[in-house]
């Protein structure tokens, strides 16, 4: 497999979290203790495990969980398999993910978890055996009540179920909502696999309508990552037939000018036991950096952090960036952008449809009662755009850039409920 590097430069994620942060809390007005506070993780807890490999060698996982902040109920977040993962990029996603929840309303604070491992290069017997071991280890943190996981970059259903029944197992019943995004046949909802990049493109559509693009066919969309959120964003633009010009993932892009084929291009991937896109033939091949520089209306990065940065910000030719990725454009890039006119609708709002349909998967757990694709599909819907209006609103309030305006709306309800709850003993 060509592994392609991408243009970004390393830039440690939890620096441009609590950037990001900083700029919008500046809007509110805070006791300086409360601004500490939310600006702190509440918990941490870092873990060395061996595990098994299929060869009879035992290796030794570092793995995380974060807990940010959990003043608006049990936190949520999805757990991540990747080689680089460190302390702060999984601080800065269980960040995010405060701020993601309390912008659509959920009644959730934010976690992560991750562990550095390459699951491209693992079997799923040794993926089975890592996963099962790692989750006994954060088990001092996870609950159905208390800290709820999730698919992230490197993980998927089927690591949900090997996690709920590892859970399950140890506590002598089965408990279906420890995590989200599990499959169906054990509790899973309808509708949450595409969730995320569902969302993406409920997101995408919205801006694109309110700007008075009325002709999907006319609008030239191109999307960085096709494992579950960009897999699921090119499929859902195709069909409502927005112009998917390229894609892309870990071997690289892949170009029509005319429109990708994107079913067709699903179908190559589901070939491939990771969905890789190396080999696709009805396309022409680009790297990552020239798909974010492509000409094209929409751009979406849905793949990894710091992908748009003040390096190639001024290469950037889409007017709307829909960030289905968690944290892909640093501040400088934000600056820039901004600079020129290019709208960016941010993630803790453009990726949000996934910890929504999570939040349904987990109500429709604890009550066992399960409802339709279409009902699933009308709720995410109606989420995501009462929190695009109140985004809206508050950057026309405020004069400011969306993401600061996404934040300035969350860090509010997230510092509302701190006060009315009161500072304990
Ligand atoms: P995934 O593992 O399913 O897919 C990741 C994709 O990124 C793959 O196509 C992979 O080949 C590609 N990729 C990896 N390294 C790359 C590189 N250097 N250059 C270009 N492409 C590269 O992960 P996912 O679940 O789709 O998550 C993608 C992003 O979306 C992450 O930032 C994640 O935090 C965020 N996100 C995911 C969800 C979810 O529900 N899965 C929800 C919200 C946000």
Redesign the pocket.
């Known amino acids: 497999m060509a592994v392609q590097a991408?243009a970004a430069e390393h830039i440690n994620p939890y620096e441009i979290a609590l950037q990001q942060y900083d700029r919008a809390v500046a809007y509110l007005d805070l006791p300086k203790g409360i601004i500490n506070f939310l600006r702190c993780p509440k918990r941490e807890l870092s873990v060395n495990f061996p595990v098994r490999l299929d060869n009879g060698d035992v290796e030794v996982f570092t793995g995380y969980r974060v807990h940010h902040n959990t003043v608006l109920g049990p936190s949520k977040g999805?757990i991540r398999y990747a080689p680089n993962v460190d302390l702060d990029e999984v601080r800065a996603?269980a960040m995010w993910m405060t701020w993601k929840c309390a912008l659509v309303n959920l009644p959730f604070g934010g976690a992560k978890g991750g562990v550095i491992c390459d699951p491209y290069t693992m079997s799923d017997d040794e993926l089975e055996r890592l996963t099962r071991r790692y989750a006994t280890e954060i088990i001092p943190l996870i609950n159905p009540h208390g800290d709820i996981p999730a698919?992230?970059?490197?993980t998927n259903a089927q690591t949900m179920a090997w996690i709920m029944d590892t859970y399950s197992m140890n506590v002598g019943y089965s408990v279906p909502a420890i995590v989200t995004g599990k499959p169906i046949n054990i509790g899973g909802s309808q509708g949450r696999t595409e969730a995320?990049g569902r969302g993406v493109v409920i997101c995408m559509d919205e801006a694109l309508r309110r700007d008075g693009h009325n002709r999907p066919s006319e609008i030239a969309v191109a999307i960085?990552?096709?494992?579950?959120?960009?897999s699921y964003a090119a499929r859902h633009a195709y069909e409502l037939g927005y112009n998917v010009i390229a894609v892309?993932?870990?071997t690289g892009g892949y170009y029509n000018p005319k429109g990708l084929d994107i079913p067709d291009v699903l179908d190559f991937a589901a070939q491939n036991r990771h969905n890789?896109l190396e080999g696709y033939q009805n396309a022409d091949k680009i790297t990552?950096a020239e798909l974010l520089a492509l000409d094209c209306d929409v751009l979406a990065p849905?793949?990894?952090e710091n992908q748009i940065t003040a390096v190639n910000a001024y290469d950037v030719k889409a007017r709307l960036i829909v960030e289905?990725?968690?944290g892909p454009t640093t501040p400088d890039a934000d600056d820039i952008l901004f600079a020129r006119g290019v709208e960016i609708i941010p993630d803790i709002l453009a990726?949000a449809g996934?910890v929504t349909v999570s939040y349904f998967e987990w109500v429709q757990g604890l009550q066992a009662f399960f409802w339709d694709v279409e009902e699933v599909h009308r709720q995410l819907r109606r989420v995501l755009i009462k929190a695009y209006d109140e985004v809206i609103r508050i950057r026309q309030q405020h004069g400011v850039d969306t993401r600061t305006a996404a934040q300035i709306t969350a860090i509010k309800r997230v510092s509302g409920a701190t006060l009315t709850r009161g500072i304990f003993p």
Request: proline share 4%; aromatic share 4%.
């Open positions: 991408t999805g996603l698919p992230d970059m490197g995320t960085q990552g096709f494992g579950n959120v960009g892309s993932d870990v890789l990552n849905c793949a990894l289905g990725a968690n990726n996934g």
